[in-house]
């Protein structure tokens, strides 16, 4: 549901900024770039992300690889960046954006009510405190 979430938050934000490119970011070593591909021709049925439009990165492992290498992907520094994740995961997303300088704000709204939400709760705050410490060596 997670995955899904994400694909129907890009594909809103794709249709207020018809002329942004849409970076997705995942590990395809546990296949999630297969799964966002998969759910975006299920759920895109108007064709807003054409293929022009879209840019999978594929070698992420967490929201430090996510950023460091969306940035990269999209040569050129001055961008702005639209976040575009669930609710949840949006502080630590803004807060590795920061880090890296990137123009960035975040969008994304959970639509699917997580029965795990405990979980997602504590790892959202625990990984702030590990972005917290690794920005105070990163550079």
Do not use: C, M
């Not at 938050?9 to 966002?36: D, M, Q």
């Not at 999978?56 to 575009?84: G, Q």
Request: no cysteine; proline share 3%; net charge positive.
């Amino acid at each position: 549901p997670v995955i899904r979430d994400r694909v129907l938050n890009a594909l809103e934000a794709a249709s207020l900024h018809p002329n942004a490119k849409i970076i997705f970011t995942g590990n395809e070593r546990i296949g999630e770039i297969t799964i966002f591909k998969n759910l975006l021709i299920e759920l895109d049925k108007s064709k807003t992300l054409t293929p022009e439009r879209v840019l999978f990165e594929t070698e992420s492992r967490n929201t430090w690889d996510n950023i460091r290498n969306s940035l990269n992907l999209a040569k050129n520094p001055d961008a702005r960046f639209l976040i575009v994740t669930s609710e949840y995961h949006q502080n630590r997303a803004l807060a590795v954006a920061r880090i890296f300088k990137a123009k960035a704000n975040a969008t994304g709204k959970d639509k699917t009510t997580y029965s795990l939400w405990l979980y997602h709760f504590v790892k959202e705050r625990l990984s702030n405190l590990l972005i917290l410490i690794k920005s105070a060596t990163a550079f």
